[in-house]
């Protein structure tokens, strides 16, 4: 076995993605094969992987497919083979090693964690085939000592495996010092031997002034430090994994043009924004529920959602329809990516009650298509070519359901010679199923020039190399890597 460490956080939110990413980079830049894993995620921002030895692709957090990149590898879905996609406020789908495994009541899951350790050891033993390090990433905290007992995802992967452990204090939401003399305290003396130090992450401006912090954690746990971790402005260039980042998104810098993206409850891989967002002259404004959509949006972008009915229900209740129907009405343009897409149609039919018990509803009615929820889900890393700009395209589908219709006889893209998505008879209401259509650098920048924008000049792939570059430098410069590194085992 490769040898490993493992970040575990006081909290969620406390930036482990990003640092394992960085830290990620770092090994590599040191000539080290180093490989991420995380074994159980929460997320509805997935990405396609590869199953090893299967034709297709299977699904993982998207933050462990960022970190394949920063460690120069495919992603592939041992790096995360447990994926909870939630679709209620109390339930959620289970992806097993990239695949559905079934869906489950929280309560429920808990009793299914012990059968599904099984797999994440099977693909802890498998990611680290070849590699001379792995960084592991906990989730949540390792202080919710209520669901110790079945645990996978922190002590209870990491006492199994025999990973030592990082805890990742944020000094930006306060308490620090109690949260992280909190954990010590709490933990049992198993869970407490595994941990090998803490390091402070987002912390804002002289790093000095916390020494006295450090002696006081040191007095209260005996843990070292090993570094103080800055603000890292390079992070906001990198895709975000968590819709808890979302408040932090409600609106941007005055530019050009005003894109408005509606905060759906089941929101999934709204990173396919990140790219717009990118550009000088577009604001990407997220609207959370309950308020209006600003009226000087030149367009709407509707994402992606894990349950289509349920927030095309929440839609209306917010009176978002009656603010996209002026959107329309005032000739704005609208696109919808997923499950977005099939909210556009007249109606949204789910006989099979796949999403829950709303077997169908009316959709918003701007395209002329209708939706039919399938079992099968279409996973897949694609090459296309978008049909209007007659570009290329690169992304990937996670989606249910089969959509068809007149506006269907003008697609947006073909995707491996099919015909994919829907554009209204005017040209400026259109849908697609693929992901990742706006990180395709020509495609965007024709896209935004037929809005009236001047896009380009942006390499967006290349941004997100030098974010992960510049956030490598940042961690070798204010943490001791030597020592994280050499802790391995």
Same mark, same amino acid.
């Given at each position: 076995m490769a040898k490993a460490i493992m970040l575990q956080g006081t909290g969620s939110d406390v930036g482990k993605t990003v640092l394992v990413a960085g830290l990620c980079r770092a090994a590599k830049k040191r000539g080290l094969k180093v490989r991420p894993f995380k074994p159980q995620n929460m997320s509805n921002n997935a990405a396609v992987a590869d199953i090893p030895g299967v034709s297709g692709g299977g699904e993982i957090g998207r933050a462990q497919w960022l970190q394949a990149i920063a460690c120069g590898v495919p992603p592939t879905i041992h790096m995360n083979p447990v994926l909870l996609k939630p679709q209620t406020d109390v339930g959620a789908q289970i992806v097993v090693q990239g695949k559905v495994f079934g869906e489950a009541r929280a309560r429920d899951y808990q009793a299914l964690k012990g059968r599904l350790m099984d797999a994440v050891l099977d693909s802890w033993a498998k990611v680290g085939e070849g590699a001379?390090?792995?960084?592991?990433?906990?989730?949540?905290? %390792?202080?919710?000592?209520?669901?110790?007992?079945?645990?996978?995802?922190?002590?209870?992967?990491?006492?199994?495996?025999?990973?030592?452990?990082?805890?990742?204090? $944020?000094? =930006?939401?306060?308490?620090?010092?109690?949260?992280? &003399?909190?954990?010590?305290?709490?933990?049992?003396?198993? =869970?407490?031997?595994?941990?090998?130090?803490?390091?402070?992450?987002?912390?804002?401006?002289?790093?000095?002034?916390? $020494?006295? !912090?450090?002696?006081?954690?040191? *007095?209260?746990?005996?843990? /070292?430090?090993?570094?103080?971790? +800055?603000?890292?402005?390079? &992070?906001?260039?990198?895709?975000?994994? =968590?819709?808890?980042?979302?408040?932090?998104?409600?609106?941007?810098?005055?530019?050009?043009?005003?894109?408005?993206?509606?905060?759906?409850? /089941?929101?999934?891989?709204?990173? $396919?924004?990140? +790219?717009?967002?990118?550009? %000088?002259?577009?604001?990407?404004?997220?609207?959370? %529920?309950?308020?209006?959509?600003?009226?000087?949006?030149?367009?709407?972008?509707? %994402?992606?959602? *894990?349950?289509?009915?349920?927030?095309?229900?929440?839609? /209306?209740?917010? !009176?978002? =329809?009656?603010?996209?129907?002026?959107?329309? *009405?005032?000739?704005?343009?609208?696109?919808?990516?997923?499950?977005?897409?099939?909210?556009?149609?007249?109606?949204?039919?789910?006989?099979?009650?796949?999403?829950?018990?709303?077997?169908?509803?009316? !959709?918003?009615?701007?395209?002329?298509?209708?939706?039919?929820?399938?079992?099968?889900?279409?996973?897949?890393?694609?090459?296309?070519?978008?049909?209007?700009?007659?570009?290329?395209?690169?992304?990937?589908?996670i989606h249910l359901g089969r959509t068809t219709g007149p506006d269907t006889l003008r697609p947006s893209a073909v995707i491996n010679g099919v015909d994919d998505g829907a554009i209204s008879a005017d040209g400026k209401v259109s849908g697609t199923y693929m992901h990742g259509l706006f990180s395709a650098d020509a495609f965007r920048a024709k896209f935004l020039e037929s809005l009236g924008v001047k896009g380009g000049g942006i390499d967006y792939r290349a941004e997100v190399e030098r974010a992960l570059d510049e956030i490598a430098a940042e961690l070798e410069t204010h943490l001791d890597c030597d020592a994280i590194f050499g802790l391995a085992r």
């Open positions: 001379d390090l792995v960084i592991v990433e906990g989730a949540g905290s %390792p202080a919710e000592i209520n669901l110790r007992s079945r645990d996978i995802a922190n002590m209870g992967f990491a006492t199994r495996a025999g990973v030592p452990v990082i805890l990742v204090g $944020d000094i =930006d939401r306060g308490g620090v010092i109690a949260s992280i &003399a909190g954990t010590h305290l709490i933990l049992p003396d198993e =869970d407490r031997r595994m941990i090998v130090g803490y390091l402070i992450n987002k912390f804002r401006g002289d790093v000095s002034l916390f $020494d006295d !912090g450090i002696e006081a954690i040191e *007095k209260f746990t005996g843990w /070292r430090c090993f570094g103080v971790v +800055p603000w890292l402005k390079a &992070a906001a260039r990198l895709p975000s994994e =968590d819709s808890v980042v979302l408040d932090r998104l409600a609106s941007g810098e005055k530019r050009a043009l005003k894109i408005a993206v509606p905060m759906l409850s /089941r929101i999934a891989n709204f990173d $396919d924004l990140d +790219p717009l967002k990118a550009e %000088p002259q577009v604001e990407v404004v997220f609207v959370p %529920p309950g308020q209006r959509w600003p009226q000087d949006a030149g367009l709407v972008v509707i %994402p992606g959602s *894990k349950s289509t009915i349920g927030d095309l229900v929440k839609f /209306r209740e917010n !009176g978002w =329809d009656r603010d996209l129907a002026a959107h329309r *009405k005032r000739g704005g343009h609208i696109v919808g990516i997923c499950g977005g897409f099939q909210m556009l149609g007249h109606s949204v039919r789910d006989p099979d009650g796949i999403e829950g018990s709303v077997t169908e509803t009316q !959709g918003l009615g701007l395209l002329n298509v209708e939706t039919v929820m399938e079992p099968e889900k279409t996973v897949r890393n694609v090459s296309a070519r978008s049909v209007p700009f007659d570009l290329p395209l690169e992304g990937y589908e």
